[in-house]
């Protein structure tokens, strides 16, 4: 009797992700209005993270582990175009990279999608879409936004995205294959998606072991959560004041 082959989950969860992110990325270059908003909201939650997390960050160990969630998985300004190399190379890779390696895209991508999903619902119960909001009106927002536990899930994929990088990182052979792809990858147009890969890969790999950084980001945000969650109006600073526009 047939059967899947192992790596069929990976690749169709894979292929949803990607489904979900390019209609939220059609949705935001058919409204700029909403665009804009999105990448003001987007902003001010990362420099919430970067305020949050800055004292890893001033760790050479940790700095670009940092950078990397700050903004290649939550945001940043070039991941429609990542997407887009992504939903290209996707067959290519499925094919090539061992299932394990598609099932953390396939979750990167997961995290992605939620962030930009929760930043619109939030957006939604805002008093305003251009970023000029008290940590008390974010904080309300977030509460009657509610989905709980996709805020849940948002902080437990951080650590299963991080701790798979670090799994990789300690293959020789991945790091040497990525490594050797970089110039094909930009004769083939998919620069922006290794760049994104290597940017992993490398933060990682210079950090000697994620296990205390990811158990402190995960125990943050997971504090961060409850408090608001609980009523808290400012569990924070306020990230306009302290790290500016």
Sequence with gaps: ???????????????????????????????????????????????????????????????????????????????????????????????????AVIATVALAMELNVLSQELDRLLLGRLPGADAQFSVAQYCSAYRHAGNFPARRRQIQLIGEVGTALEAYVRKPMLRRALAMMRAPARVAGFATLHDFLDRGFGAFHRMGGAGEFLATIQARETALHEAIADGAQHPFPDPSYRLGP
């Design 1 to 99: 009797m047939s059967s899947s082959p192992p790596r069929h989950a990976a690749a169709a969860a894979l292929d949803h992700q990607l489904a979900q992110a390019a209609a939220l990325h059609a949705q935001r270059a058919a409204n700029p209005i909403l665009d804009g908003a999105m990448h003001r909201v987007a902003g001010w939650q990362s420099r919430r993270l970067a305020q949050t997390h800055a004292d890893l960050a001033a760790q050479p160990r940790y700095r670009d582990a940092i950078a990397f969630f700050q903004s290649d998985l939550y945001g940043g300004e070039r991941i429609a175009q990542r997407d887009a190399d992504l939903a290209r190379a996707a067959p290519m890779m499925s094919r090539a990279l061992p299932e």
